[in-house]
């Protein structure tokens, strides 16, 4: 991450402890310190939801595509809440009127309902959402790693391909994310997650009552 990014971070960090974080003359600076944490994969949550914020107060000031690149962002920061949060923040009208918006809840909500292979396809067919959001889909593919490994067993390399977005299994994406996450494929096309019943360990349970306690317990019972 640029030296740069991080003094943008700093200045945004120190408007945000104060009032200026309600002056919507600052939200200039907030809009480019988005596009420069789209660009250089990095995020801060509570920078954009000032920016919702500050939108929320100020409604002529309201920038669809700053809004675009903040739902675009959170997603990549699931399974964490950050998308319903920041979707809350958005006025009715612009989630039900502007495409771009519209299109990214839609995503977003496969995505949070684990329909991962509708959401390629959806995402193919509006790939100029995610232009200039450096990372995206590696992030969404990390997320999807994290719900097959608490999900399955074993799985269907063909059906974790599809899931990962790479459904005829062409390239290495499959591959590269076993790999990441040791994950290892038997002979008969599955590939070994993990195994469910290794996580489960034995706890013994010591009660302790004192003499005091039992005595008060028979005494009431006679």
């Given at each position: 991450?640029?030296?740069?990014?991080?003094?943008?971070?700093?200045?945004?960090?120190?408007?945000?402890?104060?009032?200026?974080?309600?002056?919507?003359?600052?939200?200039?600076?907030?809009?480019?310190?988005?596009?420069?944490?789209?660009?250089?994969?990095?995020?801060?949550?509570?920078?954009?939801?000032?920016?919702?914020?500050?939108?929320?107060?100020?409604?002529?000031?309201?920038?669809?595509?700053?809004?675009?690149?903040?739902?675009?962002?959170?997603?990549?920061?699931?399974?964490?809440?950050d998308f319903t949060l920041c979707k809350c923040m958005i006025d009715q009208t612009h989630q039900q009127e502007e495409q771009p918006i519209k299109q990214i809840l839609y995503l977003g909500n496969l995505l949070e309902t684990c329909q991962f292979q509708s959401f390629w396809a959806g995402l193919e067919n509006n790939r100029e959402l995610i232009d200039g959001i450096?990372?995206?889909?590696?992030?969404?593919?990390?997320?999807?790693?994290?719900?097959?490994?608490?999900?399955?067993?074993?799985?269907?390399?063909?059906?974790?391909?599809?899931?990962?977005?790479?459904?005829?299994?062409?390239?290495?994406?499959?591959?590269?994310?076993?790999?990441?996450?040791?994950?290892?494929?038997?002979?008969?096309?599955?590939?070994?997650?993990?195994?469910?019943?290794?996580?489960?360990?034995?706890?013994?349970?010591?009660?302790?009552?004192?003499?005091?306690?039992?005595?008060?317990?028979?005494?009431?019972?006679?």
């Amino acid at each position: 991450m640029s030296s740069s990014f991080e003094q943008m971070k700093a200045n945004v960090g120190k408007l945000l402890r104060g009032i200026d974080r309600y002056n919507p003359e600052n939200l200039s600076t907030l809009e480019r310190y988005v596009e420069t944490q789209a660009m250089e994969n990095a995020y801060d949550l509570e920078a954009n939801l000032a920016v919702l914020k500050l939108y929320q107060f100020n409604p002529a000031y309201f920038q669809t595509n700053v809004t675009s690149q903040i739902l675009l962002k959170a997603l990549t920061n699931l399974p964490h809440t950050d998308f319903t949060l920041c979707k809350c923040m958005i006025d009715q009208t612009h989630q039900q009127e502007e495409q771009p918006i519209k299109q990214i809840l839609y995503l977003g909500n496969l995505l949070e309902t684990c329909q991962f292979q509708s959401f390629w396809a959806g995402l193919e067919n509006n790939r100029e959402l995610i232009d200039g959001i450096t990372g995206f889909e590696d992030s969404v593919r990390k997320f999807i790693c994290h719900v097959v490994g608490i999900t399955y067993q074993t799985v269907e390399r063909r059906l974790l391909a599809e899931m990962l977005g790479d459904p005829l299994d062409e390239g290495d994406e499959v591959k590269v994310w076993m790999n990441k996450y040791n994950w290892t494929e038997t002979e008969d096309g599955q590939v070994f997650v993990f195994n469910q019943e290794e996580s489960v360990k034995p706890k013994n349970i010591v009660e302790k009552i004192d003499f005091e306690s039992v005595s008060s317990i028979m005494a009431t019972s006679q």
